[in-house]
């Protein structure tokens, strides 16, 4: 597809998606309005499959994630992270539940396994693929696959990758709906008294930074934060993935912030921030290019009960969990629906939500403050870590 026409689309359905954001004030976010675009335009063939790598966005998104991680993490402070110790603990209750609500469905439903494909698969590889997929992002689904195809197992292998396509479809709209309730209760707070101001930065804090003058550029900042990226990378291989890159990425960037290394949101204010965020929003739409109607027609049946199964164990594990630990019960299972997607929908959807509900730039403030570390440090708990983690010791159950 020619390169400036795949551009000119794109940018035309996130304009649109944006423009039905702002009209439903978030009811229907952004991000579910642009992804139900692609899959219709990707299934009837109204957008080509290569729309995305034609537009140059996919190419630069992979790049630039880093990026944007070590923004997110200069926009958290130390003492905001160091309480966020009880939404780790809901990212893992909510992985332990995916799996524990799909083990149930194989067992009511286990004698209903899709045919068609090589190779016999069993309804607890279904479920080894559909936790996989379902708490985690591409390296679970990677890990899931080498053990499926190793076993010649091609329902098993394509099962995650249909769910990876679609989860968000499912993930934004209930994430919007319920952070909106949320931000609503915040609100209250907020006016009531009972939930503090945002912390505001003066100007001359603002831009404090320990960098000299010409560090403090467009292209010097791109630069000194490109150098955190490279040394996150680097840890990533010498661990041999034990510390992911993205993690280590997100350290650095409230580890740099607190030394006054780098200045609080980093990269606000330099003139690539926008595009660099459209262009990783668009790796979350990659998958659905992919997307094929017979796969899904075949998977029918198994994509609906890992959606429904999965969707009730999130709800109970992460809604438990979160009301013990003290948090209310829409921001718990708003914590746990991050498996379904992880960063940058952690990110859009906790400042649609406070955009939506405040109503007052001090109200948005507030709310955005109270909603956006938790959403970000669940992203990573449970995308990031903890679902890698019980991905690699299950994936072994494949064809066993």
Known sequence: MNPVLAFVVVMAVWTVSDLVAKKTRSLLSSLFVASLIFLVGFLTDVFPEDLLSSSALLGLGGVVVGFIIVHLGTLISIDDFRKQWRTLLVGIATVVGIGVALLA???????????????????????????????????????????????????????PVLIAALQGLVGFPLTSVILR???????????????????????????????????????????????????????????????????????LGITLRATGVLKPSALAGIDALGLMMISILILVFAPLAGVSPADVSALAFPLLLAFV????????????????????????????????????????????????????????????????????????????????????????????
């Open 105 to 159: 469905a194989a067992a009511l439903f286990g004698d209903r396994a899709p045919a068609g494909y090589d190779g016999v698969a069993s309804a607890l590889d279904f479920v080894v693929a559909g936790t996989g997929a379902l708490s985690g992002g591409t390296i679970s689904v990677l890990i899931v696959q080498e053990a499926a195809l190793g076993y010649g197992l091609t329902a098993v292998a394509i099962f």
């Open 309 to 400: 199964f999965g969707l009730a164990g999130i709800a109970l594990f992460a809604g438990v969990t979160g009301k013990l630990l003290g948090y209310s019960v829409p921001m718990s299972i708003g914590i746990g629906l991050t498996a379904l997607y992880g960063f940058p929908g952690t990110l859009i959807l906790s400042q649609e939500a406070a955009r939506g509900a405040g109503e007052t730039p001090e109200e948005v403030a507030a709310i955005e403050g109270d909603i956006l570390p938790k959403m970000i440090v669940a992203g990573f708990s449970t995308v990031t870590i903890t679902s890698v983690v019980v991905t690699s010791m299950i994936a072994g159950a494949i064809g066993r």
């Open 181 to 251: 309730r949320e931000a609503r209760r915040l609100k209250q707070e907020y006016r009531t008294g009972n939930l503090r101001p945002a912390a505001t930065v003066d100007a001359g804090t603002e831009t404090a930074t320990r960098l000299p003058a010409a560090l403090r550029t467009t292209a010097g900042t791109l630069f000194v934060v490109g150098i955190v990226v490279l040394v996150s990378i680097g840890v990533n291989d010498l661990t041999d993935g034990v510390l992911n890159t993205f993690v280590v990425a997100l350290l």
